[in-house]
């Protein structure tokens, strides 16, 4: 039996991307230090699938580990392989994540993204894996001035943060073609993840706090005495606010399958895919959406801009329409009413 390892799968997008796999009928083996996500993320994850799909025969496994122990690493690997399981692939979405945290300790990111990766490969050779999904972001073109972002765009991350992810794509690169020639190997840059699952059961909690926009707004739209905070209102852009390429975040869950079925079919080696929309929203934009389709009103005013900002983000999506035959398919509207819908029903996430 075989089936795929997903690092990081109790957090915001990993969750949502097991469920997805769940669905899709493979067994799903997530490690996850539990750091900055919570075990009933997984929790949900089972009863979501259990109560769609009572008579399927495959499950969640869950295994609480840092992906810096290279050693328990390993045993979690043997355990699933002496239970007569194989696995096929793993979607490393295990690491630090936070812009503003980089800046401030960018020594702790490049400990743990790169050892984390490091330590993944290392296993993914030894136990024969065909496939691995990198979780990297659009945060690698920097502030490129070129608009939309291709692919081929050459990378200029201005963070920690970014830098990790690209330093990342570059090893991988290195792995297939120096290391593991049996290896293939897709890198996703995601846009901005925002929305939840429909259910309103699965969304965006993070124990270490916020600094994206989405989990504020919900914030603000609960509290009439919260002020959200805008970066800036003297972007060059129509309303002055930053433009950022929004997608729902079982849009991106849902990517993943295309591209292990891509990997399965074809003799690719390095893939490097945006998962977008395409189309830019300004932060505005985003909020007076969000006040719309939930009936809500947010206060919010300007301040600074934040060292590491960029004025606009979007993504050209030609490659992955193309290559995986996936695009995007829900709106913003749908994005602010499954958001809403969560934080309505989880005022304090996961606690």
Same mark, same amino acid.
């Given at each position: 039996?075989?089936?795929?390892?997903?690092?990081?799968?109790?957090?915001?997008?990993?969750?949502?991307?097991?469920?997805?796999?769940?669905?899709?009928?493979?067994?799903?083996?997530?490690?996850?230090?539990?750091?900055?996500?919570?075990?009933?993320?997984?929790?949900?994850?089972?009863?979501?699938?259990?109560?769609?799909?009572?008579?399927?025969?495959?499950?969640?496994?869950?295994?609480?580990?840092?992906?810096?122990?290279?050693?328990?690493?390993?045993?979690?690997?043997?355990?699933?392989?002496?239970?007569?399981?194989?696995?096929?692939?793993?979607?490393?979405?295990?690491?630090?994540?936070?812009?503003?945290?980089?800046?401030?300790?960018?020594?702790?990111?490049?400990?743990?993204?790169?050892?984390?990766?490091?330590?993944?490969?290392?296993?993914?050779?030894?136990?024969?894996?065909?496939?691995?999904?990198?979780?990297?972001?659009?945060?690698?073109?920097?502030?490129?001035?070129?608009?939309?972002?291709?692919?081929?765009?050459?990378?200029?991350?201005?963070?920690?943060?970014?830098?990790?992810?690209?330093?990342?794509?570059?090893?991988?690169?290195?792995?297939?073609?120096?290391?593991?020639?049996?290896?293939?190997?897709?890198?996703?840059?995601?846009?901005?993840?925002?929305?939840?699952?429909?259910?309103?059961?699965?969304?965006?909690?993070?124990?270490?706090?916020?600094?994206?926009?989405?989990? #504020?707004? !919900?914030?603000? $739209?609960?509290?009439?005495?919260?002020?959200?905070? *805008?970066? /800036?209102?003297? =972007?060059?852009?129509?309303?002055?606010?930053?433009?950022?390429?929004?997608?729902?975040?079982?849009?991106?869950?849902?990517?993943?399958?295309?591209?292990?079925?891509?990997?399965?079919?074809?003799?690719?080696?390095?893939?490097?895919?945006?998962?977008?929309?395409?189309?830019?929203?300004?932060?505005?934009?985003?909020?007076?959406?969000?006040?719309?389709?939930?009936?809500?009103?947010?206060?919010?005013?300007?301040?600074?801009?934040?060292?590491?900002?960029?004025?606009?983000?979007?993504?050209?999506?030609?490659?992955?329409?193309? #290559?995986? !035959?996936?695009? $995007?398919?829900?709106?913003?509207?749908?994005?602010? *009413?499954? /958001?809403?819908? =969560?934080?309505?029903?989880?005022?304090?996430?996961?606690?």
């Amino acid at each position: 039996m075989s089936g795929i390892m997903v690092t990081g799968g109790a957090g915001f997008i990993g969750s949502h991307t097991s469920l997805i796999l769940l669905q899709n009928g493979f067994d799903v083996f997530i490690v996850d230090s539990l750091k900055n996500s919570f075990p009933e993320s997984i929790n949900r994850v089972r009863k979501l699938f259990k109560k769609s799909n009572p008579h399927a025969s495959n499950r969640l496994y869950f295994f609480k580990e840092d992906m810096c122990n290279l050693h328990a690493l390993e045993k979690i690997f043997k355990e699933i392989y002496s239970s007569g399981f194989v696995i096929d692939g793993v979607i490393h979405f295990a690491g630090y994540k936070s812009v503003q945290e980089s800046i401030k300790n960018p020594e702790i990111y490049w400990i743990n993204n790169i050892k984390s990766t490091l330590n993944i490969l290392n296993l993914i050779k030894i136990y024969k894996c065909k496939k691995m999904v990198f979780s990297s972001s659009a945060s690698v073109y920097g502030d490129n001035k070129k608009i939309p972002y291709f692919e081929n765009l050459v990378k200029n991350p201005i963070n920690p943060y970014s830098e990790t992810k690209s330093f990342i794509e570059d090893v991988l690169e290195k792995e297939v073609s120096l290391i593991n020639p049996k290896l293939k190997v897709a890198s996703l840059r995601y846009f901005n993840p925002i929305g939840a699952h429909e259910s309103g059961e699965l969304g965006e909690c993070s124990k270490s706090g916020y600094t994206n926009i989405f989990p #504020l707004i !919900n914030k603000a $739209a609960n509290n009439s005495k919260f002020i959200l905070d *805008l970066f /800036g209102n003297d =972007w060059l852009t129509h309303d002055g606010t930053c433009i950022r390429d929004y997608i729902h975040v079982m849009d991106l869950a849902e990517a993943h399958i295309n591209v292990l079925d891509f990997l399965n079919k074809n003799d690719t080696k390095i893939l490097i895919l945006n998962i977008g929309t395409g189309k830019g929203t300004s932060v505005l934009g985003l909020i007076n959406a969000f006040e719309e389709v939930n009936n809500v009103k947010i206060l919010y005013r300007f301040v600074s801009k934040r060292i590491g900002d960029v004025e606009t983000v979007f993504a050209n999506t030609d490659l992955s329409h193309k #290559l995986l !035959n996936w695009k $995007a398919k829900r709106t913003i509207k749908d994005m602010c *009413l499954d /958001g809403w819908k =969560w934080f309505q029903k989880n005022p304090d996430g996961y606690y």
